[in-house]
């Protein structure tokens, strides 16, 4: 059914969700966005579906976008890599209005779009050890189509201090940041996530849909005319000089033109 995510429910209709390319740090391709956006509706018509864990398969979370994927962009005409940033986009708004709770399960390293999927949960926990960033400028680029989800959670303020400087933190200070709820040691990260899902196991499931959407309604704007203000955002970064150059020294294993010695 899938082949970059792995979907198992159990018998009380909580389903895990995990991100399941380990070994490319479950960095996200235009494949794996396709089936996140699949699986979100899937799950979200699914009447025996009560809860969803969001998790990843090995050592991290989400590395953000696939290398291979951001290569490929490079050579792409303008109105194809906004195609390819649209895919990003859908997946988000599928995920963030998925009628069930949505619950974090964060077991490594979030980055760029990690950082995106971890937002637009309804709640997050994360490992101590996780560490964060939104490395987009480094690359040149911009944390654009995940922008709406990451103000959202955190508010312009706490964004801006780590949205524009590709800056790594800890998981005690994506607390502080609003990302994720708590931070937990390793061997208590199902306790935590499980004490998120419990509760609404008690809960009327067509009232928690409907208080979600209201949540919703009722906080931040993201409607169309954001999302494809996001996506016209990016596609003018990518013909930017200096996504030209980030992405080449990248690649090239270099250090861009602008790092200062």
């Known amino acids: 059914m ?6 198992d429910v159990d018998a009380r209709g909580v389903a895990t969700l995990t991100l399941n390319r380990p070994e490319k740090h479950n960095a996200m391709s235009g494949q794996m966005l396709e089936e996140l956006t ?3 509706q899937q799950l979200g018509a699914d009447a025996a579906v009560r809860v969803v864990r969001l998790t990843g398969a090995g050592q991290s979370f989400c590395a953000g ?5 951001m290569q490929a962009q490079r050579e792409m005409a303008p109105a194809t890599r906004a195609a390819e940033a649209r895919k ?3 997946m988000l708004g599928a995920l963030n209005t998925l009628p069930k709770p949505l619950i974090g399960m964060i077991q490594g390293n979030a980055f760029g779009g990690g950082v995106g999927l971890a937002c637009v949960c309804d709640v997050a926990i994360a490992v101590e050890t996780a560490k964060f960033g939104l490395t987009e400028t480094r690359l040149g680029l911009i944390p654009a189509t995940i922008g709406p989800y990451v103000l959202a959670r955190m508010g312009e303020g706490l964004a801006r201090r780590v949205f524009m400087s590709a800056r790594i933190f800890d998981a005690a200070e994506a607390v502080r940041l609003r990302i994720v709820a708590r931070a937990v040691p390793a061997d208590t990260l199902e306790d935590a996530v499980e004490a998120e899902v419990a509760p609404y196991l008690a809960c009327a499931p067509g009232a928690v849909a409907a208080a979600k959407q209201l949540a919703r309604d009722l906080g931040p704007r993201i409607d169309d005319a954001v999302v494809d203000h996001t996506i016209a955002a990016l596609a003018a970064r990518w013909e930017s000089e200096e996504a030209a150059e980030g992405i080449a020294a990248f690649f090239d294993k270099r250090r861009p033109g602008w790092v200062a010695s």
Do not use: H, M, S, V
């Not at 899938?2 to 979907?7: D, I, V, Y």
């Not at 976008?65 to 994927?69: F, K, Q, S, T, V």
């Open 88 to 90: 990003l986009a859908t």
């Open 38 to 40: 699949r699986a979100a």
């Open 2 to 7: 899938f082949e970059t995510l792995q979907l």
């Open 65 to 69: 976008g696939d290398l291979a994927w």
